[in-house]
């Protein structure tokens, strides 16, 4: 077996590193081979695994390479509250050696970012893990035009407006009063960020619907996100969304639960 590590963490404290020295021991002293991942798609050769240390920020860079390669994704918690990076280091090794887990197909987003869009648009990497987002980048309220299937809804006034799979449910979405959805889930999420209109509410859609955005402001740009990364994109450009034809493969080790999670990290 062979394990790429893909870590996205700055200093380590002398224990966690600690704890992170064992897990790569009892990895290579079962005859695993770890390769640490610096960039070069060659780290990736033959692997099995992507092993994802960090917090849930490092595990959603590293999704981007376990899709683009297909490799099933580990997240390994060295964070504050990871969901997604919610294994101890310690768990590791055991289930992987032993075979104790599962790999969850999870839903990724795709967007289309057509008419009015800047030159770095053409360039941008149009998925999600987690969510999109649109949001204002000066001081003007955004007017957000959403068509599902078709149909258009009213016009959110916001600061924005998130969609998100049932992965993101627990990241940004939740702190714009999202609910909490659990994985296995077939739904996106649409929340709007401070919204002006006062009656309107998070919206659970079909994860099958197809959705379009047109984006209004006084200002000339508006900021468009795909979990960490960001891209300006001009006022009334037309975004379309839905699920990407394929997932991406998460590993969920025998002692993990979505519930268990919730309850230690939530209270």
């Given at each position: 077996m062979k394990v790429a590590v893909y870590n996205g963490t700055g200093n380590l404290s002398d224990a966690v590193q600690a704890r992170l020295d064992e897990l790569w021991d009892e990895l290579n002293g079962s005859g695993c081979e770890t390769a640490f991942y610096r960039g070069d798609s060659q780290d990736l050769a033959d692997c099995d695994f992507i092993l994802s240390v960090g917090g849930d920020g490092t595990f959603l860079s590293a999704s981007a390479l376990s899709v683009r390669n297909d490799?099933?994704?580990?997240?390994v918690n060295t964070g504050r509250?990871?969901?997604?990076?919610?294994?101890?280091?310690?768990?590791?090794?055991r289930a992987l050696l032993e075979g104790d887990?599962?790999?969850?197909?999870?839903?990724?987003?795709?967007?289309?970012?057509?008419?009015?869009?800047?030159?770095?648009?053409?360039?941008?990497?149009?998925?999600?893990?987690?969510?999109?987002t649109v949001h204002r980048s000066g001081a003007a309220m955004l007017g957000i035009d959403v068509d599902i299937d078709g149909i258009s809804l009213p016009t959110y006034w916001a600061d924005g407006l998130i969609v998100s799979t049932c992965s993101g449910s627990?990241?940004?979405s939740l702190s714009a009063g999202g609910p909490i959805v659990l994985p296995g889930s077939k739904v996106l999420i649409l929340t709007p960020i401070a919204p002006h209109n006062l009656n309107i509410r998070p919206l659970i859609v079909p994860d099958t619907v197809n959705l379009s955005f047109r984006v209004h402001s006084r200002d000339t740009k508006v900021v468009f996100t795909a979990d960490t990364r960001s891209l300006e994109i001009n006022d009334g450009t037309l975004i379309r969304m839905g699920v990407a034809q394929f997932s991406l493969k998460r590993v969920r080790l025998g002692s993990s639960h979505f519930i268990k999670a919730l309850t230690e990290k939530l209270f």
């Open positions: 490799i099933p994704i580990v997240g509250v990871g969901f997604l990076s919610e294994n101890r280091p310690e768990d590791v090794a887990y599962e790999i969850e197909e999870r839903a990724v987003l795709k967007a289309s970012i057509e008419g009015g869009a800047t030159a770095e648009a053409e360039k941008f990497w149009p998925y999600a893990f987690n969510e999109f627990t990241a940004y």
